[in-house]
């Protein structure tokens, strides 16, 4: 962690009305803010279906990204950006809307709830480019790596954000943290953390149309943090970030989808 400052607490007084509606499906949650920004949390579901199997090889929960993602929420409206939040209550040991392959990413008779998640996603999207003709996805995990960077971006190698987004969040959150892209082999990050299917699949489905869509992985020391200014320089970085006249054409990179 580079800035002292994430130690100390701080009290917010939040001036922003919110607004929202309640959905989604039975798994599946949404709380629609009205602005550009959808937070997405795939990975921190605690709900096993009794009787039915479990997936082999699954990773652990994201444990704590949900109430991190609340509270980033509750940060960003304090700044005056209602974002919209969606996340997933089964854990992905059942499913994982994550996975690219839907038969491998449900047990057999859950896939309904795959669908549910990425529908709900695509409704919070089409409804910020309907409005401001712009949206930043911003896909919320955790991961472990010792020797790592506090975060991790995963922009498909940049294809996922082809107004480069990613590159603007990247140096907005440098001002507290040190971030890193993957792949970075010199760093060692992998290709696992570039951007799963929940990036890729929403930047090829909106990215022509506004959409910039970014994996963050916020690396375990983080998480000793206090909760509540870890979400507000989070927010700070968000709100820098989607601000329009932080969106940079960078030649317009439109890359391939």
């Given amino acids: 962690m580079s800035n002292p400052s994430l130690q100390e607490d701080r009290s917010c007084i939040c001036l922003f009305n919110f607004f929202h509606t309640e959905?989604?499906?039975?798994?599946?949650?949404?709380?629609?803010?009205?602005?550009?920004?959808?937070?997405?949390?795939?990975?921190?579901?605690?709900?096993?279906?009794?009787?039915i199997t479990r997936r082999t090889s699954t990773k652990p929960r994201d444990l704590?990204?949900?109430?991190?993602?609340?509270?980033?929420?509750?940060?960003?409206?304090?700044?005056?950006?209602?974002?919209?939040?969606?996340?997933?209550?089964?854990?992905?040991?059942?499913?994982?809307?994550?996975?690219t392959d839907r038969a491998?990413?449900?047990?057999?008779?859950?896939?309904?709830?795959?669908d549910a998640y990425h529908e709900s996603l695509d409704?919070?999207?089409?409804?910020?480019?309907?409005y401001f003709g712009r949206c930043l996805l911003l896909d919320i995990h955790r991961c472990s790596l010792p020797e790592g960077p506090?975060?991790?971006?995963?922009?498909?190698?940049?294809?996922?954000?082809?107004?480069?987004?990613?590159?603007?969040?990247a140096q907005n959150l440098r001002q507290n943290f040190s971030v890193a892209f993957s792949p970075d082999p010199a760093r060692g990050i992998d290709r696992r953390y570039r951007g799963g299917w929940i990036v890729r699949r929403a930047a090829k489905q909106?990215?022509?149309?506004g959409l910039d869509a970014v994996q963050l992985e916020l690396n375990d020391a983080l998480w000793r943090l206090p909760q509540r200014p870890l979400a507000h320089h989070l927010a700070t970085a968000l709100v820098q970030t989607i601000s329009p006249r932080s969106t940079t054409t960078h030649n317009e990179k439109q890359a391939p989808l």
């Fill in 64 to 99: 704590g990204t949900l109430p991190l993602a609340m509270s980033l929420r509750h940060e960003l409206g304090c700044l005056g950006e209602d974002s919209t939040l969606v996340w997933f209550d089964l854990h992905r040991s059942q499913v994982d809307p994550n996975e």
């Fill in 206 to 209: 909106f990215g022509t149309r």
């Fill in 23 to 51: 959905g989604g499906d039975v798994y599946t949650n949404i709380i629609q803010g009205r602005g550009p920004l959808v937070l997405s949390v795939p990975h921190d579901g605690a709900t096993i279906l009794p009787g």
């Fill in 104 to 114: 491998r990413a449900c047990v057999p008779g859950l896939e309904r709830e795959f």
């Fill in 150 to 169: 506090d975060m991790i971006l995963g922009s498909d190698q940049h294809r996922a954000s082809p107004r480069s987004l990613d590159l603007a969040l």
């Fill in 123 to 130: 409704y919070a999207v089409e409804t910020a480019l309907t």
